[in-house]
Structure formats: C-alpha cells, structure tokens
C-alpha cells in the first residue's frame, strides 16, 4: 500500500491499496462514523426526454456507515451518507452513495481519533508493498495441497491426490505422475517463495526428484505432523518458517493465538471479557488478541479494553473470524491477552 499521508493531529490519513490484501486493511481501519472521501461515479438521468444515462466521475465524501469487501470483484465498497460533492449539482447531500476502491484508487480517510493500532495497521500494509508471493505446499503419499499465504488468511489453490491403491502405488510411473502433477502446479501458480513441508519421507523424495527435474529452483523444505488445512496452519504458526512470514497479519494472528493456548494454565494468558479486562486495568498485557467478529457484536464494550490498552502500550492485534485462528479465539470467548507477568 502506498501511504500517501498520514496526520495524527487531524485524525486522518492518505492512501492508495496496491492488491487485493490492501483493500482487507483499508475494511478494518474504516469504521461507522469515519469520512472517506475519493473519486466515484453516478449514474446521471438525462432531463431531456429520450436521452440516455450515462456515468460521471465526481469526488465525494461519505460518512461511512458499512463496508461491503467482494472477495470475488477484488473490490472494496464503503457506503454511506454524502458530506459533500464536486460537481455539487450531480449528487444530493445526505443521498445514500457507495465508493468502490480497487487497487490503484486513492483514498481518504478522517476519523475521531487515528489510534496508534490504526497507524500501525497501515505502515504493515506499506511494508508489505512488493511482497514476493509465498506459495506453501504439505504433501505425504497420499495428497498434496498448494496455498498461498496471505493477509487475512490462507488461500487454498488446489488439492492432489496421488491415486495410490492400498499402500503401494501400482507402479513407479504413477508415482512419477504425482510429483509432475505438483511440480506443475507450483509452477502454473507464479509464485516467487515456496515452501515444502509434510510428514514421512515423501517430501525428501520430492526434493530429489525436483532437482533432478527443476535444478536451482529456490524452495525451503521443513517437517510437519499432518497434511491439509491442518498442516498448513502448523506450518505458518509453530515458527519454523518465521523468516519468511514475518510481515503476514495473517501469521501474527495465528503465533498470537498459539501462544496464549500454551500459556493457559500457566497463569500467562488471560480469556474473555472478565478476565483480560482485568489483565488490561492491572497493566499485565503485553498483546491483546480480539476477534473482529466480537467488535462488531459488542463494539462500546470492546472498544474500551481497546482503548485503554493501546493507551498502555500492549500491541493490539485484530483476529479474522473466519481464520483457524479466529475460531480458536471465538472459542475462547472472542477476546484474550498474552501477560507481561502471570496474574495468578
């Protein structure tokens, strides 16, 4: 994302998303109230008779009531109540209207108050601009499934079945298939990092296979318990590819949830409203995890534990709900808190 300006003395700040993972930020850091403000168009109807409509650009400004992120249209729509306009003439003030951001579309936003977890979600999406895409791979002799890793989460791309017959493939050829069928499919991906990892030997003999097919095709290998969605989640949030996924809010949130997981019973997480409030007033939190899903169902309530958080300096990390890591957290009572110190 290019960050174009940002004013923390007039609550605002400037921005223009370069793909798909920047418009996710921008539907996070824009909440009900805010004033967004960009080029849009508006369908004109003609005041002649017969004439047809047609589409005009003008520049409005909307108090946002909602976001609409269109996962299939790589698009963003914010929509609102009009502030104001130019051409003033071509939309009604206090008409309903949406802007539709894409890549590419610059953007301002005006809020109450830019927080310091609002700014610190924009400098990760800058520096997140010109990423080289990550391509993660968990195989066995069973199956192989490809996702790419991205912000708010895994994208999952395909899913290879290696056609065994009991425990043995029928031949060695048909072995041979199935690792041309993932080399393909890397390949057919564009991706510039790749990892490969799995259980058992099958990945080492995929590795031997590769560099006698793809010499010097730059791919890190690692071990993993399981396959599937489950050993891509292991993959991304145990740490062993720590180096390669540090600048992913969607690796943060999952290491953030393992870590209070491993601290409960140890007195070094505290879960749910009663308690990380607690945690928060006695100024023990060192990284407050929430779901959005639970600010969005209680907002005047989680806002306040927000708040006053940030005001004390614990890093504020924002959890999608529908991540594995987001269902983890919902199950914890949507809100949670690694401790500077145990509590208990």
Same mark, same amino acid.
């Given at each position: 994302?290019?960050?174009?300006?940002?004013?923390?003395?007039?609550?605002?700040?400037?921005?223009?998303?370069?793909?798909?993972?920047?418009?996710?930020?921008?539907?996070?850091?824009?909440?009900?109230?805010?004033?967004?403000?960009?080029?849009?168009?508006?369908?004109?109807?003609?005041?002649?008779?017969?004439?047809?409509?047609?589409?005009?650009?003008?520049?409005?400004?909307?108090?946002?009531?909602?976001?609409?992120?269109?996962?299939?249209?790589?698009?963003?729509?914010?929509?609102?109540?009009?502030?104001?306009?130019?051409?003033?003439?071509?939309?009604?003030?206090k008409a309903h209207h949406a802007i539709e951001v894409e890549p590419g579309t610059k953007i301002t936003?005006?809020?109450?108050?830019?927080?310091?977890?609002?700014?610190?979600?924009?400098?990760?999406?800058?520096?997140?601009?010109?990423?080289?895409?990550?391509?993660?791979?968990?195989?066995?002799?069973?199956?192989?499934?490809?996702?790419?890793?991205?912000?708010?989460?895994?994208?999952?791309?395909?899913?290879?079945?290696?056609?065994?017959?009991?425990?043995?493939?029928?031949?060695?050829? =048909?072995?041979? $298939?199935?690792?041309?069928?993932?080399? #393909? +499919?890397? /390949?057919?991906?564009?991706? &510039? @990092? !790749?990892?490969?990892?799995?259980?058992?030997?099958?990945?080492?003999?995929?590795?031997?296979?590769?560099?006698?097919k793809k010499p010097g095709k730059k791919i890190s290998y690692e071990t993993t318990n399981s396959v599937?969605?489950?050993?891509?989640?292991?993959?991304?949030?145990?740490? =062993?590819?720590? $180096?390669?996924?540090?600048?992913?809010? #969607? +690796?943060? /949130?999952?290491?953030?949830? &393992? @870590? !209070?997981?491993?601290?409960?019973?140890?007195?070094?997480?505290?879960?749910?409203?009663?308690?990380?409030?607690?945690?928060?007033?006695?100024?023990?939190?060192?990284?407050?995890?929430?779901?959005?899903?639970?600010?969005?169902?209680?907002?005047?309530?989680?806002?306040?534990?927000?708040?006053?958080?940030?005001?004390?300096?614990?890093?504020?990390?924002?959890?999608?709900?529908?991540? &594995?890591?987001?269902?983890?957290?919902?199950?914890?009572?949507?809100?949670?808190?690694?401790?500077?110190?145990?509590?208990?």
């Open positions: 994302m290019k960050i174009l300006k940002v004013d923390r003395k007039n609550n605002c700040f400037e921005a223009i998303p370069d793909s798909f993972d920047d418009l996710w930020h921008i539907e996070k850091l824009v909440e009900k109230g805010d004033l967004v403000s960009g080029e849009s168009e508006r369908k004109i109807k003609p005041k002649t008779e017969g004439e047809k409509a047609f589409r005009q650009k003008i520049f409005v400004e909307i108090e946002a009531e909602k976001t609409d992120y269109q996962e299939a249209t790589n698009q963003l729509r914010i929509l609102g109540i009009v502030t104001s306009a130019k051409p003033e003439e071509l939309v009604a003030l936003v005006k809020k109450k108050e830019l927080k310091n977890y609002h700014v610190e979600r924009l400098e990760r999406a800058k520096n997140a601009s010109g990423r080289e895409k990550l391509l993660l791979v968990v195989m066995d002799d069973e199956e192989a499934e490809l996702a790419f890793l991205k912000d708010n989460g895994l994208e999952t791309k395909t899913r290879i079945l290696a056609g065994k017959s009991g425990k043995r493939y029928e031949n060695k050829e =048909k072995g041979n $298939k199935y690792f041309d069928e993932i080399t #393909s +499919a890397i /390949e057919n991906t564009g991706a &510039e @990092k !790749i990892v490969i990892a799995g259980p058992g030997f099958e990945k080492d003999k995929f590795r031997k296979f590769l560099d006698e599937g969605i489950t050993g891509l989640n292991e993959l991304v949030k145990t740490g =062993k590819i720590d $180096k390669l996924i540090e600048n992913y809010h #969607s +690796a943060e /949130e999952a290491k953030a949830v &393992e @870590k !209070i997981l491993q601290g409960l019973g140890l007195g070094e997480a505290s879960v749910g409203f009663e308690e990380t409030k607690k945690a928060v007033d006695a100024n023990a939190v060192e990284t407050l995890t929430i779901s959005e899903k639970t600010i969005a169902e209680q907002r005047q309530k989680t806002e306040e534990i927000i708040d006053k958080a940030d005001r004390l300096g614990a890093k504020i990390i924002f959890v999608n709900p529908k991540s &594995e890591a987001g269902k983890q957290l919902e199950g914890l009572g949507g809100i949670a808190a690694s401790l500077r110190y145990k509590m208990r």
